[in-house]
């Protein structure tokens, strides 16, 4: 639970709210709870709880200080393979809902990229992708015919077919070259359900750089894999 003496809130110029509300559109949403006589306002963020916990410990914790002078503590859920923040707070419910336009409940209901933050500028573009692309984004390195791991590809997936049809067009727009998006239907593990999604790809060695060099990305496990492909870049056989 995020603890709160004195919330903080943003202007919406703020490139920081716009990269956490990226993330938070990717891996988190709102909702509230009516029980006792009460309603409970709840903003919250989740990840997996092997590869996302240091990302959760080291950059969420502290965007969610800077951002809104709030002290969130990272609680872990080893039961369903997660860690997760969550926030009680009315207000920042009330921001996020009201002020930036995120709805409450299912993110799936999300379509577009919330006007109030990419209208601000180029800048506040970039960093809403970046915290979209550091939720939803995966590395993996192809062989491609070759018996070393040579080829990069990111891949970003969700199930908003609007949301990601936009950041593909925002891409490219930024000079990035992106593939069609696709649809295809993946099965949950966690949840043995079977959805529809939509992805896109970031393709080869020049692609993938510029996206690197243009996103401003911060969760370590892109990072770290990233920079251990580029000192050990291997050559195609």
Not at 87 to 100: A, C, G, M, P, Q
Request: hydrophobic share 35%.
């Amino acid at each position: 639970m995020g603890k709160i003496k004195s919330l903080t809130l943003p202007p919406l110029s703020s490139p920081m709210l716009s990269y956490e509300t990226g993330f938070s559109i990717a891996d988190g949403g709102l909702y509230y709870r009516k029980r006792k006589g009460r309603t409970d306002y709840c903003v919250y963020y989740y990840g997996h709880i092997h590869d996302e916990i240091t990302y959760f410990e080291k950059v969420i914790v502290h965007l969610l200080k800077d951002l809104y002078g709030i002290s969130a503590r990272v609680t872990k859920r080893p039961e369903k393979g997660l860690c997760q923040i969550v926030i009680y707070s009315r207000e920042l419910f009330t921001f996020k809902h009201e002020v930036i336009g995120l709805p409450v409940g299912f993110r799936n209901k999300i379509e577009k990229m919330p006007a109030s933050l990419i209208s601000q500028g180029e800048e506040q573009l970039i960093e809403l992708i970046s915290g979209l692309f550091d939720g939803e984004a995966s590395l993996t390195f192809l062989k491609r015919g070759s018996p070393v791991r040579y080829y990069p590809r990111i891949k970003f997936e969700m199930s908003n077919k609007g949301l990601v049809y936009e950041v593909a067009l925002s891409l490219r727009n930024l000079g990035i070259n992106v593939t069609n998006v696709y649809e295809r239907e993946k099965f949950d593990e966690r949840t043995k359900h079977t959805y529809i999604t939509w992805y896109f790809n970031v393709n080869g060695k020049e692609n993938c750089g510029k996206l690197f060099n243009i996103l401003h990305l911060r969760n370590p496990k892109h990072i770290e894999k990233y920079k251990f492909w580029k000192q050990h870049e291997p050559q195609r056989r």
